[in-house]
């Protein structure tokens, strides 16, 4: 994370940039987190997803800013970056100490707060890319006043609050609807149900950055698992 804050001409970190895969460490076993992560940066990957929950605006309560200041470095000296993402009421309060403590992305729902746009430009002001996540429920045209100041769009494919939930059918359209309303400067990410089977459908629906975690993380080799998904990525950008 730089402490430069952003606009709509600061370039995207190079890491977020072309087809990706993000592995989410939720999913991860956190008895051996720096090792698992050392094992699929290994293999390639440069962003790694980072799932907030508060027991509020989903059920689970998971991990805060003392986890990620204690992977942030080991990221950053791989050549990576952290993708925050928030699924927290009140986000605006909690950007400040996910800055500080590594996040070079912070995404919160749209869905948590009545002030997005004001959302934007705080974390532009922190230095970190800004993000929006819509549940699947949540049109995409909601997003349409923040074009100029959000960097990353987050489109749910499941409903959030749990890992391994099966994959939403109708969300290949929903992105491809998105990419048309945003252009071609915004990321679009999806998140939930990520696999080999889906990630190259995503890819051709506009989808650049995908994350997946029980697909890694729950495979018994995570490292072929993320080069597998990133081939299927790949082949159908």
């Known amino acids: 994370m730089t402490n430069q804050p952003r606009n709509s001409e600061t370039p995207v970190p190079e890491a977020f940039q072309g ?3 993000a592995p989410s460490i939720l999913s991860a076993d956190f008895g051996r987190l720096g090792s698992q992560i050392a094992e699929i940066m290994d293999a390639g990957a440069r962003v790694i997803h980072f799932d907030v929950m508060d027991g509020q605006f989903v059920p689970p309560i998971t991990i805060g800013p003392l986890v990620l200041s204690g992977i942030a470095d080991q990221v950053h000296d791989a050549g990576g970056v952290v993708d925050v993402h928030l699924m927290i009421e009140d986000p605006d309060r909690q950007f400040e100490d996910f800055a500080r403590a590594g996040a070079d992305s912070i995404i919160f729902h749209e869905e948590a707060t009545p002030h997005a746009h004001r959302c934007c430009h705080a974390i532009r002001e922190l230095g970190c890319l800004a993000g929006v996540a819509i549940n699947p429920g949540t049109p995409v045209e909601t997003v349409s006043e923040l ?6 769009i987050l489109v ?3 409903n959030p609050g749990w890992g391994g939930q099966p994959f939403i059918e109708t969300s290949p ?3 491809r609807r998105m990419r048309s309303l945003v ?5 679009i990410e999806v998140d939930g149900g990520i696999g080999t089977g889906t990630a190259g459908t995503m890819a051709a629906a506009g989808a650049t950055l995908m994350v997946a975690g029980s697909a890694i993380f729950g495979s018994d080799d995570p490292a072929q698992a993320y080069r597998d ?3 299927a990525a790949e082949s159908g950008a």
């Open 19 to 21: 087809i990706r895969i």
């Open 147 to 152: 074009k100029g100041m959000v960097d990353e």
């Open 156 to 158: 749910m494919t499941v």
């Open 173 to 175: 359209d929903k992105v």
């Open 183 to 187: 252009g071609d400067d915004v990321l």
């Open 229 to 231: 998904i990133h081939a």
